[in-house]
């Protein structure tokens, strides 16, 4: 046995390779298979951001060890982080097995995306409790830290870096800042998800404490399914935006917390583009990564968790 509390750090996950994209794809669609067109459109955009790079393998991995080590600088080997992503190897389930291996007996998962749904947060967290409860490993899940105060200053400061590197290239013109998430089904209301609200929550305090004059909240990169996802898109807001005679928008997208696809490839490539065919100014956040305040925010959300452990 081992006295150490276990820490599964839980992310989205990214293909190991070219060759496992269709793997991962298919596990996202819940064991349906993409067709060719759909698998092209995605190797396509993987190649585009990074030449065929997975930039969230590496940005996770720096994550956990950041946090391995600013857990240790509060207190030496109390607790030990493990790594289990949703959608690609090493697996939830894997890294709950590798905490059994070692011993450990009492865990705390935490996600690394900031908001509470039902369909994000809350999936990963019943498959890590379903595999430490088959393993007799007490765990305690965070559902969200989305107004912890070092997030938000973290975000803050990259707000009011964002709006003066914008206004900057735009010739002073006044910025407005489009905060923004993954959307998801509009079913997720029916059920009383507090997603929503969370990310309203946290757009109002970064707004607030960047002191930013003008923003408003928009959803991206929704799945391309037959039901309906939450809007207005982010491009559908930059056309009103700029319609209405807005010259300049910066993106703040505070559902994500790494540079990964959704950033790097819907915002930084075809967002863009967007703005150029509208003829404003735009520009995007740098994202969190392994930024001290959010690492501190994590750690205070885990301490927080393992509090109320038995
Ligand atoms: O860089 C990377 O390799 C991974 C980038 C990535 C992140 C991410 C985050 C979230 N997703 C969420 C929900 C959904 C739902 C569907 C869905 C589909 C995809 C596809 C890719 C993908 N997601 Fe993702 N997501 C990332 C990547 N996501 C690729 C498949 C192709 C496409 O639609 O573009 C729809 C599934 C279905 O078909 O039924 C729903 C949510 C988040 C943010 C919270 C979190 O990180 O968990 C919510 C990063």
């Not at 067709?35 to 030449?51: F, H, W």
């Not at 917390?257 to 995007?284: K, N, P, Q, T």
């Amino acid at each position: 046995s081992n006295d150490a509390i276990g820490v599964l750090v839980m992310s989205y996950g990214t293909p190991e390779s070219l060759d496992s994209v269709e793997e991962y794809y298919t596990h996202i669609r819940r064991g349906n298979a993409p067709s060719p067109e759909q698998l092209k459109e995605l190797v396509d955009r993987y190649e585009e951001i990074a030449g065929g790079v997975f930039p969230l393998r590496e940005n996770t991995d720096r994550q956990v060890s950041s946090l391995q080590d600013k857990l240790d600088t509060v207190e030496t080997g109390r607790y030990r982080c493990y790594q289990g992503l949703k959608h690609a190897r090493p697996y939830i389930e894997d890294g709950v097995q590798r905490m059994a291996q070692d011993g450990i007996k009492r865990a705390v998962g935490i996600v690394l995306a900031p908001h509470f749904s039902t369909m994000s947060v809350a999936s990963y967290n019943k498959r890590a409790m379903q595999e430490a409860e088959k393993h007799g490993i007490e765990m305690s899940c965070v559902d969200s830290y989305h107004l912890h105060p070092s997030l938000i200053q973290a975000l803050a400061e990259r707000v009011r870096d964002g709006i003066d590197a914008v206004s900057a290239k735009a010739g002073g013109a006044e910025v407005k800042v489009l905060f923004s998430a993954h959307s998801l089904p509009v079913r997720i209301r029916q059920v009383g998800d507090p997603y929503e609200e969370q990310l309203l929550e946290t757009s109002r305090a970064v707004a607030e404490a960047a002191r930013a004059g003008s923003w408003q909240f928009t959803w991206q990169s929704a799945g391309r399914t037959n039901e309906p996802w939450l809007g207005p898109d982010i491009m559908e807001t930059m056309s009103s935006l700029a319609e209405g005679g807005e010259k300049a928008l910066l993106a703040a997208p505070v559902g994500f917390v790494s540079d990964h696809l959704e950033v790097l490839y819907d915002l930084d490539i075809e967002a863009m583009a967007h703005a150029e065919r509208l003829g404003i100014s735009f520009g995007r956040i740098r994202m969190l990564n392994s930024d001290p305040l959010y690492m501190e925010t994590l750690a205070d959300s885990i301490r927080e968790a393992a509090a109320k452990l038995p």
